[in-house]
């Protein structure tokens, strides 16, 4: 067997093919890595990146990160937005820039019953209908701004998450997010977060399931993963049943991932310890991706005999994301790629994908599939 067989027995085992960007890190190090703009980035068109947003459900904040009459800017989909939690506790959101003369809602808007108020001159919103409710030094409110003038979000607020729906051309939402039993049942930790921006894009990332050859080659997968995968409307899973390296050796897992559109997406690990993992993967601009991984286990596994596997679990799932970030942090969208046998259904996928993207007249853009 050659060094390379042996080092890939052991997925916890250096060198895999991106160790080297990897190995000098110290773990601040690498938790400051994860999140730091990287240097001399390519423009989005030279990495043909600049093929829209996908539409769905995404999350843009814990539950916890917006407290009731709080208001906070933020970005995503290349918007800026105003966030902000009515007195009644329900979460809206608005594109940040007040009709009236362009302030930053985000920035210092404040609320106002359930109304989110402008900053500048004190204009009130309202997150249901993007309308201008009131304009408390003013007789009358312009007509222009009585009915719907600037973008609202739908959104939701499930799995100690709070969701937006995004749609490129303002439709409502074609779905909704799945309600994760683990999250709300008291016998199951707090969620541990771990923290990247990735700059590259959604499709990417998501297809990197599907990419069946690469787990040997960044990851040290001991063999290349078997998976069974379901193809639903706008559901898709796979499960994948693969060797873990652990303390005590290699064991048989099994992972189960399910998303449900391309922004809700959660991975069940089986095997050594139970995991839900929750992906958040939201795009703040086209190459630019805000990943959050939340996780959550059975507390009576986290404080009991199984507590250092099940830290040690987290911490490998969340080096294989380092592993990626390398790779896709510089990689180049490739519309029409060259597949060979072995790699796994990337063709499939992409068409699976395309369904994501409107142009307009509801046709995907992507149905040029792989050859
Ligand atoms: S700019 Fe918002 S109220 Fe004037
Ligand atoms: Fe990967």
Known sequence: MSDNMTA????????????????????EELIEWRVKPIANKLSVQERN?????????YPVLLSTELAVSEVKPLRYFARELAIWRGEDGKPRMLDAFCRHLGAHMGHGGKVYGNLLECPFHAWRYSGEEGSVKEIPYSKSIPPRVTRKCTRNYPMREMNGLIWMWYHPEDIEPLYEPVKLPECSDPEWSDYDICEWNIYGSLQNMAENGVDTAHFRYIHGTADVPEAE?????????????????????VVDGMITSKSQGPGQNWVRFT??????????????DEDHIHARYLYTQPKAQVEGKMARVAKAIIADVNKQLDQDKVVWDRQQYQPKPVICNGDGPIAQFRIFYSKYYADGDGKPRHLQAAT
């Open 229 to 249: 995968l379901h193809w639903g409307e706008y559901d898709r899973s796979g499960i994948v049943r693969a060797k873990m390296g652990t303390p005590k050796g």
């Open 49 to 57: 990146l600049d093929i829209g947003f996908p539409f769905g459900w």
């Open 8 to 27: 890939a027995t052991d997925a916890r085992t250096a060198p895999v093919a991106v160790w080297q960007v990897l190995e000098k890190l110290s773990k």
């Open 271 to 284: 095997g050594i310890c139970e995991t839900l993992l929750i992906a958040c993967i939201t795009p703040v």
